[in-house]
């Protein structure tokens, strides 16, 4: 074809593989158990996949056939592959816990797709690789990254999830995987039985500090921790405290990459486009998360207690996976709306100019510290869902960029578990914050402060609660209460703006004691 003969390629049709390797099983690996240092490694080890056994596997398959192969994919300028006869494979990009490369031919693809399956499998027990390809002539880059998503998506669905395998009839396992104990951790004055998995994950968690992405420099250098046991995030050590899963996702990545490269766009100039658009978006969130941990610095959001200098120097959260436009972490339940609210108001004024913003929503799940942090982290990102439901739902109104984020959450007490139905009527969650004008929203994120300002300034945390109950009996209990705390001096109208069944109301009481308002103040500027 006159397109080939342009860029120098064969005269097959089908010359080159594209090809998508894709982590899976990550959230059962990550939060397998309730042990911060288990789900920190684990997210390292996610991370090492991608990013280190994958191009050591490109690194071994070049060298057995003394071929090269390009692996910075964020240097590279140019697709370089159709030039360069020497050239085998070339990563288009990585990242979001998946990555795209360009192969020569389907043998090399097999070749490095057989050794990243061993190391994965050795080093990292417990996760799910898959990998799909296509064939391509190389002319329409982005009809060939719709083929290859939809070839990846079957994949998936027809992939047979196997048990971790552990050829032992009789040993001691542990409580919550069952897998058998294989190993022993030795501390100074007692010792740990763990299995394999957990080994992998506790050394993991040894090089974290090597996950430059979770452990930005601060002004000055100071040196930082986060905590290591659940303990920590306790308000008082050993005691059951809530805690908060909060899981931050962008808006719209895969229209906005479909966007930039429109409807048929080749290699050579869409590659580029790609690798520079990935880049952006991980930098972004990066900076981002940057700028809101220097924030809680400057403010001393640290960790107090009667313990050494470095203890008190520790955060009381701790980020879990920052990958893309995905950002995971654990904290204080008073910290998670400052927080997230915080992360994505500082993500749009980092893009202050820009026409079309990237935008992320979020979701926080309110749980016990001694909760499943698995079925916790389920629950997080059901609220992110519920969040972009709200933000598409505009966005399809709007018809046009929108500079607005949203965040959902749900509170977990007792053996609640998931989305319970019940009340639903009286939540107004999502909330919305961003643009200026978003502040006379009725779903804003400053209606919802304004009622938790004014419980916390005018109302006694036993009549709240009293009215929390009232709630939940439903609004005939409600309305009765009404009239009780008027003969006593409280006027529920005073409370909220309007009617309190249209108020933020029932969303305040329950998250009554866990949001730091000063913060919140200070992250959405609230005059």
Sequence with gaps: SKTKEKMGMGNNKSDYILAKFDVGGIQDYIFATNRL???????YQVTRIMEEFLLESFREAADEKNVEVLLDWKLADRLRLPQDE????????IGGGNAVALFRNLEFFCRVGEKLGIKAAVKCQGVYLT???????????????????????????????????????????????????TAQIHYETESENVTRIQLQKRNAYKDIVH????????????????????????????????VAVVHIDGNGMGDRMNELL?????????????????????????????????????????????GTEEERRIFPLRPILMDGDDFTFICRAELAVPIAAGFMMKLLQMQDGEEKKITACGGIAFVHSHFPFRVAY??????????????????KQKRSAMAVCFLDFQVIKDSEVGFSLK??????????LGIDENRTRDNSLESLYDVLVKMEEDWPSGRLHKMYRAFLEGGHAMEFLKKEFVSRGYKIDNLVSGRW?????????????????DLVNKFLNIQ
Aim: contains cysteine.
């Design 37 to 43: 240092r288990e789900n920190a490694g684990a997210s």
């Design 378 to 395: 389920s629950i997080a990102e059901k609220s992110c869902g519920q969040a972009k439901n709200a933000w598409y739902e505009e966005k």
């Design 211 to 242: 996950y430059k992405r979770l452990f930005p420099v601060l002004d000055n250098g100071v040196s930082y921790g986060y905590p290591e046991e659940m303990d920590q995030l306790s308000r008082e050590y050993g005691e059951d405290s809530m």
């Design 423 to 432: 009340n639903r009527n009286y939540q107004k969650r999502p909330y919305s």
């Design 501 to 517: 069944e249209d108020s933020p109301l029932f969303d305040a009481l329950e998250m009554q004691g866990m949001c730091r308002l």
């Design 86 to 93: 020497r050239m085998m494979a070339e990563v288009i990009y």
């Design 131 to 181: 990998a799909a390809y296509i064939e391509t002539d190389l002319s329409d880059f982005a009809a060939d990254r719709r083929r290859l998503d939809q070839e990846m998506n079957e994949k998936k669905k027809h992939m047979i999830r196997q048990l971790v395998y552990s050829p032992f009839p009789v040993v001691e396992q542990e409580d919550g995987s069952h897998q058998p104990i």
């Design 262 to 306: 429109g409807e048929h766009m080749g290699y050579l100039e869409g590659v580029p486009i790609i690798r520079r658009e990935s880049k952006k978006i991980a930098g972004l969130f990066e900076k981002t998360y940057h700028e809101v941990l220097q924030e809680l610095w400057d403010c001393q959001v640290l960790i107090r207690g009667n």
